[in-house]
């Protein structure tokens, strides 16, 4: 039914964390047009998870990977830390990755919100 960003992040409350999960928030109107939701995706606990999505107010569930079976079968799992690596997954309607950013390219959305803007045209 609709387009899918799943992003994980390292660790709630993290300053880095913060910055970038505040980013889709604001952006949550542009992927609404777009005919995508968003995903936060941490290791954390889902009361940790519930807990920072009430302090930044977004709009979009952040998910709770603290089993890290879903990082880890992504490959995004960092074993030695125990956290996810910060990646952006953009997954269209037909299950098909068509982007992905890590590190400091998955810290700002601008190049996965203009993915979905594009895929939302080709619908």
Partial sequence: KQNVVLAFFPAAFSPGCTKEMQQYHQATGR???????????????????????????????????????????LGVLNEETGFARRTT????????VQKI????DALDPSAVIGVCEKLSKSE
């Fill in 31 to 73: 992927f609404n047009a777009s005919n995508t939701a968003i995903f936060g995706v941490s290791v954390d606990s889902t009361w940790a998870n519930k807990a920072f999505r009430e302090q930044i107010g977004a709009e979009f569930p952040i998910l709770s990977d603290w089993k890290k079976e879903v990082s880890r079968s």
């Fill in 89 to 96: 997954f953009v997954i269209d309607k037909a299950g098909i």
């Fill in 101 to 104: 950013d890590q590190g400091s």
